[in-house]
């Protein structure tokens, strides 16, 4: 290919890449959080909005940031105190130097969160994504102080071997993982030698996300994302938690986009019907951005009355 057809190869590629992202409902409805930013322990965090009202945590999924959430976090902070953290080994809490990212590493590090910023008061979690397992799995061990949890996307498949296979449809870097792990160590450690190109990388390959989520795809470890992956995605007992958390009484809303390939909503209804406070909506013309492209959803299903 001479010179002239390779530019012109090159400026029509980048005239399609601004089409698809200028069109794409996430980047029209994603703006940024002015909430401050803090830390506690190993999580850094945004927080805002005063405590004693209703009390939101937010959790972001997999390679994010809490700041997935955007502006919405700022909406319901002026309802209540808000609190968005980045999970355990990514964004602002990566660490390089950890090496245990397991679900009880996550929920200790959330309880040090949540007793600091909310101390005893009820609280409503919201969640997207590889985060709806985290806000499962510590909604479960504190039910007694959680009045709705609402998930975006969430990776509910029946069993492990399921969710291996679904997973290799979703993204070279999880397909990469159960192809062969070797490929994704690989990967991941080019990212962690070079985050800033391999996060300008991210935003080229992902046109419809805004770019600075894009670019945070690569704020983590292959510990991190290794541990997140298997124990909040494949092998989280969604069946056992979602049960305990209906018998205890807590709301849980499970939301996904028609056009959302992680998670089967089927497998939810299952379990859905077993109970009465678990429900089930599919919201037409959505995918997995649906935390940024459609931000009214998470905030209208906090805001719902409590279910008696």
Do not use: Y
Request: aromatic share 4%.
């Amino acid at each position: 290919m001479d010179r002239r057809k390779l530019l012109l190869a090159g400026a029509t590629a980048g005239v399609a890449w601004s089409i698809h992202h200028a069109s794409s409902p996430a980047v029209r409805g994603w703006s940024g959080s002015a909430l401050p930013r803090s830390r506690c322990g190993d999580l850094a965090h945004r927080a805002g909005g005063h405590p004693g009202r209703t009390n939101h945590l937010l959790l972001h999924g997999l390679v994010a940031t809490g700041d997935v959430f955007g502006s919405t976090a700022d909406r319901l902070a002026s309802d209540g105190r808000t609190v968005v953290p980045d999970l355990l080994g990514f964004g602002g809490s990566l660490d390089e130097s950890r090496s245990d990212f397991s679900s009880a590493a996550h929920l200790a590090a959330l309880d040090a969160l949540v007793t600091r910023e909310f101390g005893a008061d009820p609280i409503r979690i919201g969640a997207h994504s590889m985060g709806s397992a985290v806000a499962i799995r510590w909604a479960a061990a504190n039910a007694h102080r959680v009045e709705r949890v609402v998930c975006l996307g969430a990776p509910i498949w029946p069993t492990a071997e399921v969710a291996r296979a679904s997973l290799a449809t979703t993204g070279p870097m999880a397909k990469a993982f159960e192809l062969d792990g070797r490929i994704a160590r690989t990967l991941c450690r080019f990212n962690c030698s070079h985050r800033v190109l391999a996060g300008i990388i991210s935003a080229a390959v992902s046109p419809r996300w805004p770019i600075p989520l894009a670019r945070q795809a690569s704020l983590h470890t292959w510990p991190a994302f290794a541990a997140a992956l298997n124990d909040q995605i494949i092998e989280t007992p969604w069946n056992e938690l979602l049960t305990s958390l209906d018998d205890h009484g807590v709301a849980v809303d499970l939301v996904w986009g028609s056009d959302d390939r992680v998670g089967d909503p089927a497998h939810a209804r299952e379990i859905a019907a077993r109970g009465s406070h678990i429900t089930i909506r599919i919201v037409d013309g959505a995918d997995h951005t649906i935390p940024a492209a459609r931000p009214d959803i998470l905030v209208e299903h906090l805001s719902a009355p409590r279910r008696s």
